[in-house]
């Protein structure tokens, strides 16, 4: 289904899409270093980072990807699965989830909104899966502003974690 939001299509994505999420998770990666956040992603290209490359088209061919385009050119990524990685030290649900494993967008189009239509997607696909939760992780550092967005949109902070010495945060939004 192609959903459009303030000039945002968002479309179902696939392993095709692989590259332009890899220069976006990329671009991400160097605009977070530029200001000065080297904690959250690290310093290495996405695509240069073991696993990086596999990782991504795993997210497009065993997850439910969608892609933002604007104009016909991708400008955002969202990847949606059942739960949470194995790898995330999260406490389970004993419901049917939707989660969101991967949340990115093109930092030459920031202030456009596209994450929020891509997370508001996220809400309607959970609704029309007949699932009533939909949960995301994320880094929980610097000024906390990756988790004043989730609650921008709708989600509520439920359990703080470590993996390793990165400080996360796991957030619920109810779309029943």
Request: with cysteine.
């Amino acid at each position: 289904m192609n959903v459009t939001t303030h000039g945002i299509r968002i479309r179902p994505g696939s392993l095709a899409d692989a590259p332009a999420i890899l220069d976006m998770l990329d671009s991400a990666v160097a605009w977070m270093n530029g200001r000065g956040n080297t904690e959250q992603w690290g310093t290495t290209p996405y695509s240069q980072k073991p696993g990086g490359v596999a990782r991504v088209e795993r997210y497009t061919t065993e997850n439910a990807p969608y892609i933002a385009e604007l104009d016909g050119k991708p400008v955002g990524a969202l990847v949606l699965d059942s739960g949470p990685s194995p790898q995330m030290p999260i406490a389970p649900v004993e419901e049917p989830e939707r989660y969101v494993r991967l949340l990115v967008s093109d930092r030459r189009y920031a202030g456009l909104g596209i994450g929020a239509a891509l997370l508001a997607h996220a809400a309607e696909e959970t609704r029309r899966a007949g699932v009533e939760l939909l949960r995301v992780d994320c880094w929980a550092g610097g000024g906390g502003e990756l988790v004043a967005f989730y609650e921008r949109n709708g989600f509520n902070p439920t359990d703080r974690f470590l993996s390793g010495d990165w400080p996360g945060q796991a957030l619920a939004r109810r779309v029943g």
